[in-house]
């Protein structure tokens, strides 16, 4: 999957940041039980999650804030 930029991200409205980071949030839970269970061939797809989910939060968090 390729890396998402952050305008993109900016674009999308509340409702749909908020379905996006859901979304993030399990499948970073799923690559994490994954690796766990030694599941996980792409090991860096775990850190692509952790800093698009940080992304995400980043765009939230500026729009409440103006």
């Known amino acids: 999957m390729s890396q998402v930029k952050f ?3 900016a674009e999308l409205t509340d409702k749909e940041l908020n379905n996006r ?3 993030l949030k399990q499948e970073a839970l799923n ?4 690796q766990a269970t030694g599941q ?5 797809r ?19 804030n103006g």
């Open 40 to 44: 996980l061939e792409n090991t860096a």
């Open 46 to 64: 775990r850190r692509s999650v952790r800093r698009e989910i940080a992304r995400v939060q980043t765009a939230i968090s500026q729009k409440s």
């Open 7 to 9: 305008k993109e991200i």
């Open 21 to 23: 980071l859901r979304d």
């Open 31 to 34: 690559l994490r039980l994954q």
